[in-house]
């Protein structure tokens, strides 16, 4: 028997198989959002490469089989995949392709059998291996880009307290830890990216990895919002008013924000019917203030909905209010809530763990900078609604 040939004929069934596989999987919880054609990626390349490695008469392609299992890697790296769910995948494969094949392998020999069986764990470890060592190699790129824009932003941060000392001190305690853990964890990880990247997986190090970028990332957020409030206290901060997409610039939002919505289960919903084509306003300080909103919404709701309406005033204003069903905002509390560090607590969560206090602080400065007023209806338990009125036409 060709047995190559039986793989090949069976190419499209076991693909499909494996990909409904995938979609199944509870702990393969990256794929759910994915289309057919991303969860697929580069594995039928793979499995072509398998049936020239079986066959025969076919020399053995196993140059496909590095490529298309180190693109596999890079773009699970992208589409933020963990280790588990990756190697949960090509065991997935590897049961598929058994149980599709299993009457066909049982019609040769023993011999022939163990021969099938070890030349395609081969060519899946193999494959496994390389997606690894692409993996971790754009992790640790990722790892690498993080350290230097760290540097970049603590330069910055040393000026800054320099001349802003006493409003920055409280921020000590906030920066400490995560500090303490990205210097020593970018350090022992870049030192060994200069050297061979491991060729198999290593569980410890991916984990020391995935908290580097953790804190890193939380660390990157802190610094740029105190970098955005200490300009706009400097008067530094420069409007480039031009004509504005207010639809574009509302979606553009929500698909940056929504894998943070979809982590918890709640839905963005936006009605924009009302809206304004165009408005002449700064586009980039806009949509740090849309950002801000919706991301606070989301970061304090648990359960429900956070909701986008935009809507024309008059003649001369428009605007935008962002509701969710949140926790909600104690009365005592809504007359600081824009005020720098403030930070809401119920009594069931004291505070968001991921919280700095800032970005309502920078949303009602930004505001301001943009001619515009804020208001807040909030009620403890029910949620909040922050709405945002703008003129159509900002005036430098």
């Known amino acids: 028997?060709?047995?190559?040939?039986?793989?090949?004929?069976?190419?499209?069934?076991?693909?499909?198989?494996?990909?409904?596989?995938?979609?199944?999987?509870?702990?393969?919880?990256?794929?759910?959002?994915l289309s057919y054609t991303a969860i697929k990626n580069h594995i039928p390349d793979v499995f072509q490469a398998m049936v020239t490695v079986l066959s025969q008469s076919q020399e053995s392609d196993i140059k496909s089989i590095v490529t298309a299992s180190w693109q596999h890697g890079?773009?699970?790296?992208?589409?933020?995949?963990?280790?588990?769910?990756?190697a949960r995948e090509y065991r997935l494969l590897r049961k598929v392709i058994f149980d599709t094949i299993e009457t066909?392998?049982?019609?040769?020999?023993?011999?022939?059998?163990?021969?099938?069986m070890r030349l395609i764990d081969a060519v899946i470890d193999e494959a496994i291996s390389r997606c690894f060592h692409s993996y971790v190699g754009e992790r640790l790129r990722e790892l690498e880009h993080l350290h230097a824009s760290l540097r970049l932003h603590n330069e910055e941060l040393t000026r800054l307290v320099s001349t802003n000392e006493d409003k920055l001190s409280q921020l000590a305690h906030e920066l400490k830890h995560p500090?303490?853990?990205?210097?020593?964890?970018?350090?022992?990880?870049?030192?060994?990216?200069?050297?061979?990247?491991?060729?198999?997986?290593?569980?410890?190090?991916?984990?020391?990895?995935?908290?580097?970028?953790?804190?890193?990332?939380?660390?990157?957020r802190l610094i740029n919002n105190v970098l955005e409030l200490s300009r706009y206290e400097a008067g530094k901060i420069q409007l480039q008013v031009a004509p504005t997409n207010i639809r574009e610039l509302i979606n553009n939002v929500c698909e940056m924000l929504e894998p943070l919505a979809a982590d918890k289960n709640l839905s963005i919903l936006v009605d924009w019917e009302?809206?304004?084509?165009?408005?002449?306003?700064?586009?980039?300080?806009?949509?740090?203030?849309?950002?801000?909103?919706?991301?606070?919404?989301?970061?304090?709701?648990?359960?429900?909905?956070?909701?986008?309406?935009?809507?024309?005033?008059?003649?001369?204003?428009?605007?935008?209010?962002?509701?969710?069903?949140?926790?909600?905002?104690?009365?005592?509390?809504?007359?600081?809530?824009?005020?720098?560090?403030?930070?809401?607590?119920?009594?069931?969560?004291?505070?968001?763990?991921?919280?700095?206090?800032?970005?309502?602080?920078?949303?009602?400065?930004?505001?301001?900078?943009?001619?515009?007023?804020?208001?807040?209806?909030?009620?403890?338990?029910?949620g909040s609604t922050f709405t945002v009125t703008f003129p159509l036409r900002v005036e430098v």
């Open 1 to 33: 028997m060709e047995f190559s040939q039986v793989l090949a004929d069976n190419s499209n069934i076991i693909i499909a198989k494996w990909v409904a596989a995938v979609r199944e999987d509870r702990h393969i919880e990256s794929a759910d959002d």
């Open 74 to 86: 890079l773009l699970r790296a992208e589409q933020g995949f963990d280790p588990s769910e990756i």
């Open 104 to 116: 066909d392998l049982l019609q040769v020999t023993p011999a022939e059998i163990i021969r099938y």
């Open 179 to 220: 500090l303490t853990a990205i210097i020593g964890y970018s350090d022992l990880f870049l030192r060994q990216q200069r050297r061979t990247i491991p060729t198999r997986d290593n569980t410890v190090n991916i984990e020391h990895i995935e908290r580097v970028l953790r804190n890193g990332r939380h660390l990157l």
């Open 274 to 382: 009302r809206a304004p084509n165009e408005t002449i306003t700064d586009g980039f300080q806009l949509q740090q203030i849309v950002t801000n909103l919706v991301s606070n919404a989301i970061r304090y709701t648990e359960i429900g909905t956070i909701s986008i309406m935009c809507e024309v005033v008059n003649d001369e204003k428009w605007a935008i209010a962002v509701s969710d069903t949140g926790i909600g905002i104690a009365e005592k509390d809504q007359t600081k809530i824009f005020e720098p560090y403030f930070r809401v607590t119920s009594q069931s969560r004291p505070y968001a763990p991921d919280s700095t206090g800032l970005g309502l602080a920078i949303v009602v400065r930004l505001v301001k900078l943009l001619q515009g007023e804020v208001t807040l209806v909030s009620q403890e338990g029910v």
